[in-house]
């Protein structure tokens, strides 16, 4: 699902927001988990997952062209891990589109 997917869709099922309402909607959302994750925070959306960020220290790469060493900077990346609830979710919605039919 694109940012533009999530749009549509916010806009379809309220049909009291318009096309350019729903996405503002998506983007202060996106804007204000985002500035979070800069500063440091952690979010958590109870069902869904938490987003937090997590650090990288410095190693020692290679140039795969070159084969000489180079050093990696560190590095503050999001990390992502799901809810209890999506993780059930998906892992339902999984093992019934794997299932094989009864009816043969």
Do not use: C, W, Y
């Amino acid at each position: 699902m694109t940012r533009s997917d999530l749009v549509e869709e916010l806009a379809a099922r309220f049909s009291q927001l318009t096309h350019r309402d729903a996405e503002l909607a998506v983007k202060t959302v996106l804007d204000a988990m985002s500035d979070a994750l800069v500063r440091g925070h952690r979010i958590e959306i109870r069902g869904f997952g938490s987003f937090s960020v997590n650090r990288r220290p410095p190693r020692v790469g290679r140039n795969p062209r070159s084969g000489e060493s180079v050093m990696i900077a560190e590095k503050r990346v999001p990390h992502f891990k799901p809810g209890k609830a999506l993780r059930e979710a998906v892992d339902a919605g999984t093992n019934a589109a794997n299932a094989p039919s009864a009816a043969r």
